[in-house]
Structures are given as C-alpha cells and as structure tokens.
C-alpha cells in the first residue's frame, strides 16, 4: 500500500512501518498497557514497543491467546518484558446496562441505537473526544502528562470477520489499497516513543504526523465535556 506516499514533517508516511518510526529509540523504563493485544494491529503494536524495551502489558479479552502471543514474541526477543492481563467484562457489561437506562437526551450522541458501523464510527469519535478532555484536564492541573489520539489508517484485519461480503473483498484488494499490520501499528508506536512528539497533547495524529481531524465534532470542546462527564457518571458506584 502507498507506492506514492508522501512523507509528512515527521518524514514518515503512510507506508511507514512500527519498527521503522520506532528505530533507535530506547524505549526502557516506560510501561505501555496495549488492549486488543491477541489480533492485529494489537500484537504489532505489543511486539514492537516490547522490541524496543518498554514494559509491555498486554490487555485482552482471551487469557489463552494472549498468553500464545506473548510466548510468541519471547521466543524472538526473550528480554522482552511483557505480562498478559485479563479485561473485566463483567465490569463492561455492568456500564453497558446502566447506560441502557440512562436518558440519552443528555448526550448529543445517539448510544442506545446500536448499528455497527455507525457505532464504531461513534467510538472513535468518542476516543478523540476523550483524549482532548483528557488533555485538557491535565494542562488545566499543571500536570506533565499528555494524551493525544490517532487514526491507525484502514487496514485489512479481521475485524470485518462477522461481515462475510466485506471481508472476502478486504482480503482480496486489501494488499493493494490498504495498509499492512506493520504499517498500521506504526502511527500508535510513533506517539508513544517519538521523541518528536514529546511534550505535544490534545492532538490527532495519521500516518505518523499531526493531522487534521475528520468531522467538526471531534474539535469540539464542550461536546468533549458532556461525553466526559457522561461516562464518569457510568462509573460512579450506586
């Protein structure tokens, strides 16, 4: 993917991979917890942060196959310090019944409607939002933390694998129009270790440079509240 790619201010582009924006970096000393760590660009994203010396802990719904893959990647890099850590479900479907119940006419965001494209659309939108919240919270405090977020790029994996139709023609043009695995965890590692990015927060990044974000939504600042203070009230013990 991306014989004609341009190379951004970072110089690298979309046909840049997680080991090449990550070269030369030591990444000892910093912990990186990866979710979805068992498939796709998850596992990159593990392996290469690992390759490069952080703590990796790995977040994942399957024990079993997360356990397989860190064995995996000790079995090329055996100084690799990683852990495998199980997500509580249990705790996420508890949030998901509470928010069934929620008034939704509190939050500009339709969440009790669930279509699953238009859903994963909200959710990355709700990542982004987040993050600038996020951002926000910590410069208003005076505290040295940043939090950015990103677009990995389209990239064939199997997330389309309950879509029989649109996994079968992702296989099949995907290695001409899409990015590979490698290419699509390079953004994520390049936030997370770039020394150019030290000290950069509430930005969006896409194939390893600041970018601009997709829909007017994802720069606004009070919709970020709103969805912040909405999910705090999902985690507030009754």
Not at 71 to 88: F, G, W
Not at 91 to 108: C, D, G, I, W
Not at 194 to 213: L, M, R, W
């Amino acid at each position: 993917m991306g014989f004609f790619a341009k190379k951004g201010p970072s110089g690298f582009s979309s046909c840049s991979t997680a080991e090449e924006v990550t070269q030369g970096i030591d990444g000892t000393g910093l912990t990186a917890i990866v979710t979805g760590a068992s498939s796709g660009i998850g596992v990159e994203t593990a392996r290469v942060l690992a390759l490069r010396g952080v703590h990796v802990v790995m977040a994942v719904r399957n024990v079993d196959a997360g356990t397989k893959i860190k064995e995996a990647i000790l079995q090329k890099n055996p100084t690799s310090k990683l852990e495998v850590m199980e997500l509580d479900l249990s705790s996420m479907e508890s949030v998901r019944k509470f928010a069934t119940e929620y008034n939704s006419s509190r939050l500009p965001l339709n969440i009790l409607v669930y279509k699953d494209f238009p859903a994963y659309g909200q959710s990355k939108l709700a990542n982004i939002l987040h993050a600038n919240e996020l951002a926000r919270c910590f410069k208003e405090e005076g505290v040295d933390i940043t939090a950015n977020s990103l677009h990995p790029g389209a990239i064939s994996t199997n997330i389309m694998r309950h879509h029989s139709i649109m996994h079968g023609l992702s296989n099949l043009i995907g290695k001409f129009v899409l990015k590979s695995i490698a290419q699509g965890a390079a953004t994520t590692c390049y936030v997370a270790l770039h020394p150019q990015v030290k000290g950069i927060s509430g930005e969006y990044f896409s194939d390893s440079n600041v970018a601009k974000t997709v829909t007017s939504h994802a720069k606004d600042a009070e919709l970020a509240k709103k969805l912040w203070d909405f999910s705090a009230s999902l985690t507030q013990p009754k």
